[in-house]
């Protein structure tokens, strides 16, 4: 038995602030008719917390939810068992598998694991819940749980693909596989040749270095290009599609998505966030900061408005010190007021393969920076009225929680679907510039010293005014009758039309 202790309210206010928005009579018709969803998300942060934002929105519109996770991730539950009832939400606590799935160093392996270790606890589930009621409609999933496609067939349930990507990213994905991408000029062997994607919303042009390796460089029967495909092709097949996005940002891409999946279910149900009101979800949201929270507000406090710069690569990615050394240069010679979440350095094949900030650095910049190892409250720090732009490694959370805070993006993004996430910041939202593009680029610290001033002045630049227009637009997508809450609600109502 798994015993639940200190427990917290992270989710208490926004749930307040969730049902002030609904009539009694909707969330009762809701809890009397709702269904019974698994949601089954990864164990790596950016792709489990969403989904337990979404879990809590479920609830919250009376659905029965079961949650699997691992022992890791049980805390990461606490919230929503403080705030949630027995009855309604349901942990389905699982071991961890013995190959590490926060290695990023073998995908494969992992998910494999994870397919020999939860899909006969699932099936065995799924056996224990065939007469109880409410009945168990749905399996929604991360999409790099391709296998749990089949067993939603097996077990008689639908499976939903939930992304922690855009709409923007998976259309790129699906044009990927649809029509195989060649050069514009086949006989150029320069990698940074343009790869143009006419049949996609706003034509988009990538250098062939931004295409995914396997397909580059991969071929049909290799592991990683199979593993893939068959996420594609489980994605195609599946029911319906759960998108952390909202129409005001991404209308396009999931318009065309329905046209590729040829059918409506495809909901776009964010940003999903944590309401400004309940700070314990805020301040914690996936961690506890290294550094005490409230030492950082109040550092925060002591700025004027948009006059601070933040600055982080993610939970996974790791700069050189090459790379390193030009950031912390820039920020020096730039003067701004800064917030930089530096990463520890890490080791790689017994060799240290990342860079620390230098010596020196910190007490240089005291007066007008702040370096935060480790973890980070970053929404937190990022809706703070200080913050003013976002260096960004151009993860989908980060970009929604930057774009949703009003912030203007300075765009770097180093691999995955950042590429996509930043073509869409800059190029469609015109809310952020370019200051980098990969893990080897190394930028003019001069340059990116005048960018990241440009970031920060006056009030009515384009960016500025473009990131006021994005940020109203995704409050407007969650407020009651926006078109996240109309999503949301039609997702609910066609799981619970499911149970009949």
């Not at 639940?4 to 009539?23: G, V, W």
């Not at 969403?50 to 539950?77: A, F």
């Not at 693909?161 to 044009?175: E, I, K, L, Q, T």
């Not at 059918?263 to 005490?292: C, E, I, K, Q, Y």
Request: proline share 7%; hydrophobic share 40%; charged share 25%.
């Amino acid at each position: 038995m798994i015993i639940f202790e200190n427990r917290t309210s992270h989710y208490r206010a926004k749930t307040q602030n969730e049902k002030s928005h609904r009539s009694l009579s909707a969330m009762s018709s809701a809890a009397a008719n709702g269904s019974h969803v698994l949601v089954y998300p990864i164990p790596r942060s950016g792709h489990v917390i969403p989904l337990l934002d979404l879990t809590h929105r479920l609830l919250t519109r009376g659905l029965t939810v079961t949650v699997l996770v691992t022992q890791n991730e049980v805390t990461l539950l606490q919230p929503l068992i403080s705030t949630h009832s027995s009855c309604s939400l349901k942990p389905f606590v699982v071991p961890v598998p013995e190959t590490p799935l926060s290695t990023p160093f073998s995908p494969i392996e992992a998910m494999k694991a994870m397919r020999e270790h939860h899909e006969p606890a699932l099936i065995q589930w799924f056996k224990s819940q065939a007469t109880v009621t409410p009945p168990v409609v749905a399996i929604i999933s991360d999409f790099m749980l391709e296998w749990t496609h089949d067993l939603a067939a097996r077990v008689g349930v639908k499976r939903i693909v939930f992304s922690p990507s855009g709409a923007c990213d998976r259309s790129f994905s699906f044009a990927l596989w649809k029509d195989p991408p060649k050069k514009d000029d086949p006989n150029d062997n320069d990698d940074s040749s343009p790869t143009s994607f006419p049949k996609l919303p706003n034509s988009p042009i990538y250098p062939w270095w931004q295409l995914p390796p396997f397909h580059r460089n991969g071929k049909e029967g290799d592991p990683s290009w199979e593993r893939w495909r068959n996420i594609n092709l489980a994605e195609r097949a599946s029911w319906g599609f759960v998108f952390n996005s909202f129409a005001g940002l991404e209308s396009r891409d999931l318009e065309h998505l329905k046209r590729e999946l040829g059918h409506d279910r495809v909901w776009a149900v964010g940003p999903l966030l944590p309401d400004r009101h309940s700070n314990d979800a805020v301040f914690n949201r996936g961690g506890t900061s290294s550094l005490p929270h409230q030492h950082v507000m109040l550092w925060l406090d002591s700025r004027e408005d948009n006059s601070v710069v933040y600055v982080s690569f993610g939970s996974r990615v790791t700069l050189t010190s090459a790379q390193i050394e030009v950031l912390t240069a820039a920020l020096e010679q730039s003067r701004v007021q800064f917030i930089f979440c530096a990463r520890e350095p890490r080791e790689k094949n017994g060799r240290e393969d990342s860079g620390a900030v230098s010596d020196g650095f910190e007490e240089r910049v005291r007066d007008r920076g702040l370096v935060i190892r480790g973890w980070a409250p970053q929404l937190a720090i990022l809706r703070h009225r200080a913050v003013g732009a976002f260096l960004t490694h151009c993860g989908w959370n980060s970009v929604l929680e930057g774009l949703a805070a009003g912030a203007v993006m300075l765009t770097w993004p180093m691999g995955a679907d950042q590429y996509t996430n930043a073509k869409l910041v800059v190029e469609q939202a015109g809310a952020g510039v370019r200051v980098g593009e990969g893990t080897r680029t190394i930028p003019d610290p001069t340059e990116l010293a005048r960018l990241l001033v440009r970031s920060l002045e006056g009030s009515n630049g384009s960016e500025r005014v473009r990131a006021r227009e994005i940020s109203r637009a995704a409050m407007e997508a969650v407020a009651q009758g926006g078109s996240s809450d109309k999503d949301l609600d039609e997702l609910v109502n066609r799981l619970n039309e499911a149970s009949k």
